[in-house]
Nanobody
Framework: QVQLVESGGGLVQPGGSLRLSCAAS????????MTWYRQAPGKQRELVAS???????NSADSVKGRFTISRDNAKNTVNLQMNSLKPEDTAVYYC???????????????WGQGTQVTVSP
């Protein structure tokens, strides 16, 4: 059984910074990739940034140059450093992990509970 716990959300002024973290816990699993998504009220969920177990990254055009995703494989943790935040970045941010569960012998798509990020003056 694998669970994701997110932290770091909050209220910040435009131009400010936040750092989100997502930690995977459990046993008998390995992580293939981790991804941050976000969803604003009345809008569809969108991909923000992703990283593979080998460190290859991808990010949405809207956050390039401002957000950086990183991963600590030893701690099974992924981070999202968000700089130069804008009001349009306001959303619930969700962590997703694609994992191999050894006990089940299957690849699973696991989601965190979400953390609120609000950018407002």
């Amino acid at each position: 059984q694998v669970q994701l716990v997110e932290s770091g959300g909050g209220l910040v002024q435009p131009g400010g910074s936040l750092r989100l973290s997502c930690a995977a816990s459990g046993s008998l699993f390995s992580i293939n990739s981790m991804t941050w998504y976000r969803q604003a009220p009345g809008k569809q969920r969108e991909l923000v940034a992703s990283i593979t177990s080998g460190g290859r990254t991808n990010s949405a055009d809207s956050v390039k140059g401002r957000f950086t995703i990183s991963r600590d494989n030893a701690k099974n943790t992924v981070n999202l450093q968000m700089n130069s935040l804008k009001p349009e970045d306001t959303a619930v941010y969700y962590c997703n992990a694609v994992v191999w569960d050894t006990r089940l012998g299957a690849e699973l798509d696991v989601w965190g509970q979400g953390t609120q990020v609000t950018v407002s003056p």
